[in-house]
């Protein structure tokens, strides 16, 4: 699907699976290491509010948190102990089962070419497991998530200037400031829009996990013929040049529990120039049927 420089509202004409748009917002301020820019959108602070409320995702698990907090003392804290029957059966991306005899994981490092390092700070390691460093969820295990300690995700966030047709920045008309617009996704779950990232493969450098996850869920790139594909990745390969990291730590996803969190490094690709710029021409798609 291909949107237009002045034009934030056209539609795929079939049913759409994960439509793609360029989103307007109000240029005020891009980013701060308050806000988290990561796939769900959440509000970042020191401790966690999503993770820690209500059904875990999937489940008929409630969620049950007096203090999130750990250093408050919470004797009758008793998590429910979850992990997916998806990640039970050992797929490529999880971990084994803790007292499995050949699973012996170096916690707070590169363990291999899987690297149990947070973004953050080193993290407590409490029965023999990694502490979520941002408080109890109601559940122990890993839930949903593949990896015991923190997940690793990356998050491109592409950004231009809307543009009249000749050209010129489109201010607002009400406080006056250029409006920006980025890439989402609308996600194909129920779980509304979204950053196209996505998980970082093991030995994979966060660079390589940006350009992949773009290609494939902001431009449909697996659906493409050789020849468009390479042209994509060409372009693609050129926007995600020169990338301003903009934040990287804990992400307070749903899927989180006390044993196992999703982490995110976020980066911007602008497109700055007008007459040469590759998202101006960069061609959108979403999946119809």
């Given at each position: 699907?291909?949107?237009?420089?002045?034009?934030?509202?056209?539609?795929?004409?079939?049913?759409?699976?994960?439509?793609?748009?360029?989103?307007?917002?109000?240029?005020?301020?891009?980013?701060?290491?308050?806000?988290?820019?990561?796939?769900?959108?959440?509000?970042?602070?020191?401790?966690?509010?999503?993770?820690?409320?209500?059904?875990?995702?999937?489940?008929?698990?409630?969620?049950?948190?007096?203090?999130?907090?750990?250093?408050?003392?919470?004797?009758?804290?008793?998590?429910?102990?979850?992990?997916?029957?998806?990640?039970?059966?050992?797929?490529?991306?999880?971990?084994?089962?803790?007292?499995?005899?050949?699973?012996?994981?170096?916690?707070?490092?590169?363990?291999?070419?899987?690297?149990?390092?947070?973004?953050?700070?080193?993290?407590?390691?409490?029965?023999?497991?990694?502490?979520?460093?941002?408080?109890?969820?109601?559940?122990?295990?890993?839930?949903?998530?593949?990896?015991?300690?923190?997940?690793?995700?990356?998050?491109?966030?592409?950004?231009?200037?809307?543009?009249?047709?000749?050209?010129?920045?489109?201010?607002?008309?009400?406080?006056?400031?250029?409006?920006?617009?980025f890439v989402c996704i609308l996600r194909g779950d129920g779980g509304g829009w979204a950053i196209p990232g996505g998980m970082v493969d093991p030995g994979e450098v966060v660079s390589a996990t940006l350009r992949r996850e773009f290609l494939e869920e902001a431009l449909n790139a697996n659906d493409l013929s050789p020849e468009e594909r390479q042209l994509r990745t060409q372009q693609i390969s050129e926007l995600f040049n020169k990338g301003v990291e903009v934040f990287s730590g804990y992400v307070d996803d749903p899927r989180n529990t006390d044993n196992a969190w999703m982490e995110t490094v976020?980066?911007?690709?602008?497109?700055?120039?007008?007459?040469?710029?590759?998202?101006?021409?960069?061609?959108?798609?979403?999946?119809?049927?």
């Open positions: 699907m291909h949107i237009p420089p002045s034009d934030s509202s056209s539609q795929c004409s079939k049913q759409v699976l994960s439509p793609v748009w360029w989103m307007v917002m109000v240029f005020t301020c891009f980013a701060s290491k308050t806000l988290s820019i990561g796939k769900y959108g959440i509000l970042m602070a020191s401790l966690h509010q999503k993770c820690a409320v209500g059904l875990y995702p999937k489940t008929e698990v409630q969620r049950s948190v007096k203090h999130v907090d750990w250093a408050i003392p919470d004797e009758g804290y008793s998590p429910i102990d979850y992990t997916a029957p998806s990640i039970l059966k050992q797929p490529p991306y999880a971990d084994k089962l803790p007292d499995a005899a050949d699973f012996s994981p170096a916690w707070n490092a590169l363990d291999g070419q899987v690297d149990r390092r947070s973004h953050e700070a080193p993290y407590a390691i409490v029965d023999g497991l990694p502490r979520n460093p941002h408080g109890r969820t109601g559940v122990r295990g890993r839930g949903l998530l593949g990896r015991w300690g923190p997940n690793h995700a990356a998050d491109p966030i592409v950004t231009r200037w809307k543009r009249s047709p000749t050209g010129d920045k489109i201010m607002n008309e009400s406080s006056g400031l250029p409006v920006l617009e976020a980066q911007n690709f602008h497109c700055h120039a007008y007459d040469d710029d590759p998202g101006r021409t960069l061609v959108l798609r979403s999946r119809c049927q």
